[in-house]
């Protein structure tokens, strides 16, 4: 499974966010499933943005993209993402990139000019369809862009000559550097074949990177390029969508310091893949209300474990147990229907609630454990209720105490910063006439 990544200019955004997570679910799931998935997602370290932006800072363009690779593996991991099995990147499959496109000359399928190299739309009969557009239609609405040196408007770059002082390598057709498109065909071939089962981003992505992928890659080989398509779809703010562009984003970390991130995964979990999602505050408070509950009925039955007899269970516990099953067949056939989360979620809620009304303390200890272990199983199919014990209580309190400390010293600027360390962890203080309380967000 091949998932187009981040172009690596700068933080990205919870609309980037929404589609990393939702990669990272379905391969979650698939391997839960018993496929055994071999998860690449590219790194964009070649682009203008980059090469903008390390002119900007008087930089070279590597430093840029290395330090948002690593930003991209920090936050990725605050968001319960695990890591793919391979991250490539453009700068390293240059010479690959070059060869596939040669290949692509080889066959009449590309051209030159003026040191550029687009590719001929017009030679491959399918270009469309993934779209669902024909290249009639297409061609109508395409803008000519007189500067550039195409045959036809819906021609596209696969290696743009060098500027004067860019970024560049040599190829048979001069210095330069591979277009956009180029590299998810060249890198998804190089590590997993002609043919992939999944290939997917958000669906800004459909037209024209993905036909474009689809058009270079089965004009190489002949071969389909993927199978199956997954397109997320926006993360909108007020119906429009996220974007760096439009200023209307917020990053993770903006997230953070008022939320812990798996209510994020939890709100974008909630929705089909598919659909948009119109992002604000109240979405994500309810989000938290529904992970909140999941984390109760988890702290219930780890709490009836403690406390329950360890005796041989009745024929009807084992009678409920077996019934309990049912949850799971449910949650695989909503899931494997196009991979619904949200559908996949409203059954653990079903299952929480016939757990929460069935059993007891006076349940067999093996009973609960089964039933607990049922739903811990379709949580961490989702990357959810992961999270290790909470907080030490101890540890708050003893904050709060050097907080006090601080402030009888008139040391302000420590009790402040006590203050907002603790409001990062999700801790809020109130100074209270009884003296300070305190509550989690
Ligand atoms: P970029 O770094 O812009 O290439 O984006 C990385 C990934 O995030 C791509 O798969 C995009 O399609 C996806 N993406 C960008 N903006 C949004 C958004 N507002 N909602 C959902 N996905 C998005
Ligand atoms: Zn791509």
Known sequence: MYACGPTVYDYFHIGNARTFIIFDALRKYLEYRGYDVTFVQNFTDVDDKIINRAKEEGVPPGEISEKFIQIYFEDSKTLGIEKADIYPKVTE???????????????????????????????????????????????????????????????????????????????????????????????????????????????????????????QSEARSGKPFANYWLHVGYLNIDDKK????LGNFFTPREIAKEFDLENFRFLILSAHYRNPVNFNRELLESAKNGLDRLYTGKNN???????????????????????????????????????????????????????????????????????????????????????????????????????????????????DKIRDDLKEKGIILEDTPQGVKWRRV
């Open 93 to 215: 499959n240059i010479e690959e990139i070059i060869e596939f496109i040669g290949e692509l000359m080889d066959k009449g399928y590309a051209y030159e000019s003026g040191g550029d190299v687009y590719f001929d739309v017009s030679r491959y009969e399918d270009y469309g369809k993934l779209s669902k557009q024909n290249l009639e239609e297409l061609q109508l609405g395409a803008r000519v862009e007189v500067s550039e040196q195409k045959r036809n408007p819906l021609d596209f770059v696969l290696w743009k000559a060098a500027k004067p002082g860019e970024l560049s390598w040599e190829s048979p057709w001069g210095a330069g550097r591979p277009g956009w498109h180029i590299e998810c065909s060249t890198m998804s071939n190089k590590y997993l074949g002609e043919t992939i089962d999944i290939h997917g981003g958000g669906r800004d992505l459909i037209f024209p990177h993905h036909e474009n992928e689809i058009a």
């Open 301 to 415: 039955l780890e709490y009836l474990i403690e406390n329950a007899e360890d005796r041989i269970p009745m024929e009807n516990e084992k009678e409920w147990l077996e019934n309990l099953k049912q949850y799971k067949n449910r949650f695989n056939e909503v899931m494997d229907d196009d991979f619904n989360t949200a559908d996949g979620i409203a059954v653990i809620f079903d299952l929480v609630r016939e757990i929460n009304t069935n059993v007891d303390e006076k349940a067999a200890k093996q009973i609960l454990q089964e039933a607990y272990d049922l739903f811990m199983e379709l949580t961490s199919v989702l990357g959810l209720l992961g999270k290790k014990e909470e907080t030490l209580e101890e540890d708050i309190e003893r904050l709060i105490e050097e907080r006090q400390k601080a402030r009888k010293e008139k040391n302000f600027e420590l009790s």
């Open 242 to 245: 996220m974007s760096k562009s």
